[in-house]
């Protein structure tokens, strides 16, 4: 079974698959800044709920990013610890690749833009022309664009954007997802890819701040 995590944004999010396309189960809760707090007893929860042993999983993944470089790494830090206990391999994938691909699940077909929220007002969006992304697409081609100027990024296109946009007001879209939905596009899209192809390392499209903030 294959066992995804998303802590990239506010939402803690996890699935677990027995097929591509069939979910054992999902979960997800609003746990703004509590993913690390959260995740695993939450997890352990799920599972025995579910009366599945944590040894039925014999891969596990993560979403890479954009998002909260303290969510990226929670999440990342959570299946590389699960992925040496249980002995199996660990796998990352990009946020924008599966919305992408949740998008296309779903009857849309390229060019279209599609959007995560990266808080402040911003978001993580880049144009996506053939479907589904090669997996280096993840770090090319992505903007930062303020929610009121994503139509223009956009050009004509549809607008795809995350259903769970943190900021108070968001912009009109041609198609929200939920993080159901990208977490189902993941796993059909990591169900047998290999780890070296794969590999569990943060996607920060800018770089790490150490010290005190600066003004952006």
Not at 32 to 45: G, K
Not at 187 to 202: G, T
């Amino acid at each position: 079974m294959l066992l995804i995590i998303d802590t990239t944004g506010r939402l803690l999010a996890f699935g677990l698959y027995d097929e591509p396309a069939g979910p054992v189960f999902r979960h997800v809760e609003d746990a703004p800044m509590r993913q690390v707090e959260r995740l695993f007893p939450a997890l352990t929860e799920t599972l025995a709920r579910h009366r599945i042993d944590r040894t039925a999983i014999t891969r596990v993944a993560a979403i890479t990013g954009p998002g909260s470089y303290t969510g990226i790494r929670a999440g990342l830090a959570a299946i590389l610890g699960l992925a040496l206990a249980l002995d199996v391999p660990a796998l990352g994938i990009g946020g924008l690749e599966a919305l992408a691909q949740a998008a296309g699940d779903h009857g849309l077909k390229p060019p279209f833009l599609v959007a995560l929220p990266v808080g402040r007002g911003r978001y993580a969006a880049r144009l996506v022309l053939s479907c589904p992304l090669p997996p280096a697409a993840n770090e090319q081609d992505v903007a930062w664009v303020e929610a009121h100027r994503l139509r223009d990024v956009a050009r004509g296109h549809p607008l795809v954007l995350a259903a769970e946009a943190e900021e108070d007001t968001q912009p009109p879209a041609d198609l929200r997802l939920p993080i159901a939905a990208r977490l189902d596009a993941a796993a059909q899209l990591l169900w047998e890819a290999e780890p070296a192809d794969r590999p569990a390392k943060p996607l920060y499209l800018r770089p790490v701040q150490i010290g005190p903030a600066g003004r952006s």
